[in-house]
């Protein structure tokens, strides 16, 4: 069958409508309010002005944010990596009767809604909560310690939650390596270590890299944890973004910030993917005649 | 270049026995070839030989020392996989240098030799390829090279030419055979292909439900089959009930048919009046002025031959005729039989 072009575009037209009304035309919207000057009776006044730009950049103290958004997401998808790669190479190990269960498991932090999570949290972290009480009982801390409020906390909360969309792919990814490669390389006189680094951490890339992207985006965008974790002691560029246009009213200035952040989260992810092209180019599986 | 011992190898999986008592002992230097239908423990065997599987019982040596307890890299196998198993991320000399750089060989030594085999296989030119973009020949020839590069102590080939089609699997056939003997490795090979086991074999073991039935030369196990499974499976076969008249010979003995009396070959010591089945490959027989009665029940021609189905008594065994043979359906025919293609094995139906 060739697929006629009218009928391409009837299988296609929910999909253009959805990502036209609900994706271009909103950013399209956040682009424009960028370049307006401020109003105080509507949402951005008449005129046209690079001056919200002008501000952002003479600023330090936003792109301070700026950089420890970047800092805290790029740790969190280091940390998210790190602890993923074990799970993910023991999901795609288990036998079809266990899986499941596992992949239950794996997903389980993603089946609680963000703001009882980030409830469990704060009871679990606070003043007189489990935390402190067993290390209280433990005699390691004299009187209980602040927990909440901390950057590490939000990192540690944002990195539980991640850690699905960077096993995920990275299972797949491992799942499609094929087990006789790992035999070859045994036969050819490669220890279990050598097979790992050779055979299987190269191969895993396709996965790797996908799930650094998918968990590198979520962080730096991640809003409602670190306002709820984070409280003021934690300021992060979402929060920032939402102060302007809610608190202080300037929704032409947190356009601006949505913009760079954007764009900022943009040029992170084209730098990795171009830096590592190649190692992706080399691992995709499954493309042998 | 080794020699090889199995002794007394057993496995099952959840129950269902894979392999039974495999002994086996693999001539250093020699080409054996483990033939069989899927499901026979041809397979299995070669992956308890190169450390794959744990075997539940038994014992493999290798110049009379154990190798049980070495993991597949402690070996020194050279691996051929029916699926090729190249490393996909790496290039055809990344592939064959795996196994050396493994071994911590100097890089100067490991270019060498990787250039050196590539030459054998003649794809010297397509080294700095990712094995995507080679065909399925080329890339068996980069597994072959990459196993034989690290000059093992023996080659292990599971169904090599499964993958590929005809024609390439018969110039790749000759091309293993002419590396095995140059290097004078020893080789084990699995593969469910008669002609490619006779072809390729200096000792072909037909193994039957996780047991060899038959070890022997390819000469052997095709003319002096020791059961009719062995005979079906190593190429086409017709029979015919037999009782021994008389022995005329050593192992050699007139027998009696539904088509009358011809004279065949034997094991030594079979009884007269002993019921037996004859085995007659369709090359053993041929129109002549003495043999078998028979009539054609069938032919269809092939183009090289006629493929004839021939009825004696209830009987039906096939053969092949000339082209240009003319014979009408029905037509009686008298069949020479070859007496030393005609061969005697037990008639296990018989009480």
Not at chain 1, 42 to 63: E, I, K, S, W
Not at chain 1, 197 to 216: E, H, K, M, Y
């Given at each position: 069958m060739t697929a006629r072009p009218w009928r391409l575009a009837i299988l296609g037209a929910p999909a253009l409508f959805l990502l036209v009304v609900f994706f271009v035309l909103p950013y399209g919207e956040i682009v424009m309010m960028s370049f307006r000057t401020p109003?105080?009776?509507?949402?951005?006044?008449?005129?046209?002005?690079?001056?919200?730009?002008?501000?952002?950049?003479?600023?330090?103290?936003?792109?301070?944010?700026?950089a420890e958004t970047v800092a805290v997401g790029a740790s969190i998808t280091a940390i998210c990596l790190l602890i993923s790669f074990p799970i993910a190479l023991h999901l795609s190990n288990v036998g079809d009767r266990w899986h499941t269960l596992f992949y239950a498991c794996v997903v389980s932090p993603l089946l609680v809604g963000v703001l009882v999570r980030n409830f469990g949290w704060m009871i679990i972290l606070s003043f007189n909560g489990p935390i402190n009480q067993i290390l209280l009982a433990l005699g390691l801390i004299d009187r209980p310690v602040r927990l909440l409020f901390t950057v590490e906390v939000v990192v540690l909360a944002?990195?539980?939650?991640?850690?699905?969309?960077?096993?995920?792919?990275?299972?797949?990814?491992?799942?499609?390596?094929?087990?006789?490669?790992?035999?070859?390389?045994?036969?050819?006189?490669?220890?279990?270590?050598?097979?790992?680094?050779?055979?299987?951490?190269?191969?895993?890339?396709?996965?790797?890299?996908?799930?650094?992207?998918?968990?590198?985006v979520l962080a730096i965008s991640a809003y409602v944890t670190p306002v709820l974790l984070g409280g003021q002691f934690v300021v992060l560029m979402p929060t920032v973004i939402v102060q302007q246009l809610i608190a202080a009213f300037a929704w032409p200035f947190g356009a601006v910030l949505a913009m760079i952040l954007t764009l900022s989260t943009l040029t992170c992810v084209l730098v990795f993917a171009f830096a590592t092209r190649g190692l992706a180019r080399r691992a995709a599986i499954g493309r042998t005649p | 270049m080794a020699q090889i011992e199995i002794a007394g190898l057993r496995k099952a999986y959840n129950g269902a026995v894979a392999i039974d008592g495999v002994d086996l002992n693999v001539a250093s230097g020699s080409f054996v070839t483990l033939l069989g239908p899927s499901g026979c423990g041809k397979t299995t065997t070669l992956r308890c030989l190169a450390g794959f599987i744990t075997p539940d019982a038994g014992a493999i040596r290798v110049e009379g020392r154990d190798i049980m307890g070495l993991g597949p890299e402690g070996r020194d196998f050279g691996v051929v996989f029916q699926n090729y198993a190249l490393f996909p991320h790496l290039s055809v000399f990344d592939n064959v240098a795996y196994g050396l750089q493994a071994r911590r060989v100097p890089k100067a030594e490991i270019a060498a030799r990787v250039a050196e085999v590539l030459g054998l296989v003649q794809l010297g030119h397509l080294k700095d390829r990712l094995p995507r973009a080679l065909s399925g020949g080329q890339q068996q020839r980069v597994a072959l090279a990459r196993a034989l590069v690290i000059r093992p102590q023996a080659l292990l080939l599971d169904e090599p030419l499964a993958n590929l089609d005809a024609k390439l699997r018969f110039e790749m056939r000759w091309l293993i055979r002419e590396l095995q003997r140059k290097a004078g490795i020893t080789a084990l090979y699995v593969t469910?292909?008669?002609?490619?086991?006779m072809a390729l074999s200096d000792q072909v073991a037909v193994m039957k439900q996780g047991r060899i039935a038959q070890l022997g030369s390819p000469r052997d196990i095709y003319q002096r089959p020791r059961e009719r499974y062995v005979a079906e499976f190593t190429g086409e076969a017709s029979y015919l009930k037999a009782r021994i008249a008389e022995a005329v010979?050593?192992?050699?003995?007139?027998?009696?048919?539904?088509?009358?009396?011809?004279?065949?070959?034997?094991?030594?010591?079979?009884?007269?009046?002993?019921?037996?089945?004859?085995?007659?490959?369709?090359?053993?027989?041929?129109p002549g002025a003495a043999g078998l009665r028979a009539t054609l029940q069938g032919r269809f021609f092939v183009g090289s031959a006629q493929h004839c189905e021939m009825r004696i008594?209830?009987?039906?065994?096939?053969?092949?005729?000339?082209?240009?043979?003319?014979?009408?359906?029905?037509?009686?025919?008298?069949?020479?039989?070859?007496?030393?293609?005609?061969?005697?094995?037990?008639?296990?139906?018989?009480?």
């Open positions: 109003s105080s009776s509507a949402p951005y006044g008449d005129g046209v002005t690079l001056a919200n730009y002008a501000r952002m950049f003479a600023d330090g103290h936003y792109l301070g944010i700026l944002l990195v539980h939650v991640f850690i699905p969309f960077m096993v995920l792919p990275i299972t797949t990814a491992l799942r499609n390596i094929p087990p006789s490669l790992y035999e070859a390389s045994r036969s050819l006189g490669a220890g279990r270590f050598a097979t790992f680094w050779r055979v299987t951490l190269p191969l895993s890339f396709p996965g790797v890299q996908s799930g650094v992207i998918l968990v590198f | 469910h292909d008669q002609a490619e086991a010979g050593n192992g050699r003995y007139r027998v009696a048919t539904a088509g009358g009396e011809v004279i065949a070959n034997g094991p030594a010591g079979l009884a007269a009046g002993s019921r037996h089945l004859l085995l007659l490959r369709p090359e053993a027989l041929q008594g209830d009987e039906v065994i096939k053969l092949y005729l000339p082209p240009q043979a003319e014979l009408g359906e029905g037509a009686a025919v008298t069949l020479a039989v070859d007496q030393d293609a005609a061969w005697l094995l037990p008639d296990e139906a018989a009480p």
